[in-house]
């Protein structure tokens, strides 16, 4: 071919090396000078393939040539030939890659570096010689010299330093290196490093090296900077760097590359320590706003009760249960009818515990729309459902060491109730729209006006959530069935209701009491401080004054009243008398005379006892 002929005349024949021309699709000698067939002991070259002189390393030679495409021109010394008769030559090629319509050949100029380096000895030994041994000695110190200051330098630098060619293989390594790395430069030195520290990424996934930032500096000849990456360590340990790779050059030629680099495995896990305290505190402070906004709650709110009023045998009975379990960190399940005094319960439970410098978080379960409950009791983190601009720390996750008061349990949503007592039993609970699971510590006391047995029947509750809080339960009887407490209930309400109204604090009446002791209390103690504080309003003398209004549990006196004649009216009120005088112990007059208790003047209580011959002693 026509190719073949200018590759003779022009390239082949007329180079003083040995030198052959290959077809780079078929590797086909092309061409071969005289030289070539002396180096390889073959008369005739041209139509042989190239593989036969290779000994097995076509592999190379292939990537070889891919170089010399690249670069147009190139050298190597990882080339062995084998000669017709089986002997290796060690060689250094050098290599052109030519091109024309019809074909592309790679020209290679070959030398034997064997032959080549006995001669180069030679003539040294020659120079030596010739120069004397002293200049000998005196090279050879200023080059050992050089070579010292070199490493001292290297070894005194801080950051891992290593060096690779254009093969990747290694060609130095400081100190440093070796000591972050746990390689000695001897294992390292003129092997493929890419293959010992930087095989694979930190997730596992392998790392090829044509992929690798360091292999792009002297492929590319660019500089780069990497801060998010591994290396390992000897003993497999993954080790975080930051390097920067740079290409270095010989007398203007691409050599390879320089690798500094730093262990940041600290500077990371501090880092990563600060981004979680930093975390923490901004949980904390959410967290603390929160329980400020409910504390002031519990402010505004004016809770009329700091403790339980009342020296009844109820109400003795629930203040040792009170003491009994306020020591343990057992679920308490409060009920009742509604006014009773459930949430004076809960709270005085919580302060006499050892959480009590922790909040008590309420839930008023009856209070919250079914579509809100999970979010408002578990949290949620932005983005969690439409609506969730920003991240919102849940009520289990506020009463973290505290209390959490559910007030009437049993209206919780049902396809709730399974996953809130999942959480209450594992001390675990995860935000809406995260996946991470924080622990808690809660203790639980919840309170229902309803018959939760009845609620379990009927499919409201579920029975493992009424036994979970049934842990150690605590009735609170109606006021109707401790009237011996209104007297007392009576006093701690007024005196409450006119320091809050800055009103003067008005006479209770024993007539006071008893009206207050007829009534039947459908709203229990609730109700009453509502009378009271209605009294402390109307009075404007020394009594107080006290509207009973009808209300939608109690019907008005004149609907189902009995009508009396005129003797049975004048019986009654005899009777009346009589009563009073015999609790009032015979006394008329006085502060605890029955006239006062009777709203009457003692003048006109005489004049009735005297009117129906009442006797005085009637009374004793």
């Known amino acids: 071919m026509k190719i073949a002929d200018d590759l003779l005349d022009s390239h082949v024949r007329m180079s003083v090396l040995p030198c052959v021309a290959l077809n780079t699709h078929t590797g086909v000698i092309l061409a071969a000078n005289q030289a070539a067939a002396q180096l390889l002991s073959e008369p005739e070259l041209a139509g042989r393939d190239i593989a036969s002189y290779l000994g097995g390393r076509l592999p190379e030679l292939i990537v070889f040539t891919e170089k010399v495409d690249h670069y147009q021109t190139s050298w190597t010394r990882d080339l062995t030939l084998v000669t017709s008769t089986g002997t290796e030559i060690q060689t250094e090629i050098h290599a052109t890659m030519i091109r024309d319509d019809d074909a592309t050949c790679l020209v290679m100029q070959i030398v034997d570096t064997g032959a080549f380096e006995m001669r180069s000895h030679n003539v040294s030994t020659h120079n030596l010689h010739a120069k004397g041994l002293m200049e000998w000695d005196r090279a050879r110190d200023f080059f050992r010299e050089m070579e010292n200051e070199n490493r001292l330098i290297l070894d005194a630098a801080g950051e891992g330093i290593y060096g690779i060619n254009l093969e990747g293989k290694t060609t130095f390594v400081n100190n440093a290196a070796q000591e972050m790395l746990g390689w000695t430069k001897e294992d ?39 801060e998010d990456e591994v290396f390992w360590h000897k003993n497999g340990r993954p080790i975080q760097v930051e390097y920067t790779s740079t290409p270095i050059y010989d007398q203007q030629v691409l050599a390879g590359a320089v690798v500094i680099f730093r262990d940041v495995s600290e500077r990371r896990e501090n880092e990563r320590k600060l981004r979680s305290a930093m975390d923490q505190i901004d949980a904390l402070r959410e967290r603390l706003e929160q329980e400020n906004e409910y504390l002031q709650e519990e402010i505004r709110s004016v809770r009329s009760h700091y403790d339980l009023a009342g020296s009844s045998p109820a109400i003795m009975r629930t203040l040792a249960q009170i003491e009994l379990v306020s020591k343990t960190q057992s679920n308490v399940l409060i009920t009742g009818e509604g006014g009773t005094g459930k949430s004076l319960v809960a709270s005085a439970i919580h302060k006499s515990s050892s959480r009590a410098r922790r909040p008590i978080i309420r839930i008023n379960c009856a209070g919250i729309s079914p579509s809100t409950f999970e979010s408002e009791l578990f949290g949620h983190v932005r983005g969690a459902f439409q609506g969730a601009i920003h991240d919102r720390t849940g009520k289990l996750e506020i009463a973290n060491g505290g209390t959490l008061y559910l007030d009437e349990v049993s209206e919780i949503p049902i396809e709730l109730q399974g996953k809130i007592l999942k959480t209450l039993q594992e001390q675990s609970l995860e935000r809406l729209g995260d996946n991470r699971v924080s622990k808690i510590n809660v203790r639980v006391i919840a309170s229902s006006s309803k018959d939760l047995t009845a609620c379990i029947r009927n499919g409201t509750l579920r029975q493992d959530l009424y036994f979970y809080l049934n842990v150690f339960p605590i009735e609170c009887q109606p006021l109707r069935e401790r009237l011996s407490d209104i007297p007392e209930l009576t006093r701690h309400f007024l005196s409450l209701a006119c320091e809050r109204l800055n009103l003067e604090k008005p006479t209770i009446t024993k007539a006071n009491i008893r009206q207050l002791q007829d009534y039947h209390w459908p709203g229990n103690v609730r109700e009453l401080q509502n009378v009271v504080e209605r009294g402390a309003i109307l009075s404007r003398g020394e009594k107080l ?45 006085g502060e605890d005379g029955a006239a006062r208790m009777l709203g009457l003047k003692p003048t006109t209580l005489y004049s009735r006892i005297k009117k129906y011959g009442i006797l005085v002693e009637d009374g004793e």
């Open 188 to 226: 390292l030195l003129g092997e493929d490093i890419h293959a010992m520290i930087h095989h694979h990424h930190l997730d596992g996934r392998k790392y090829p090296s044509r992929e690798c930032p360091i292999y792009h500096s002297f492929r590319n000849e660019q500089v780069n900077r990497v």
């Open 545 to 589: 004054v006290l509207d009973l209004q009808n209300g939608p549990g109690r019907s008005s006196p004149s609907e189902h009243a009995e009508i009396l004649t005129e003797q049975q009216m004048q019986d009654l009120q005899i009777s009346n008398i009589v009563a009073c005088l015999k609790r009032c112990g015979g006394r008329v007059s």
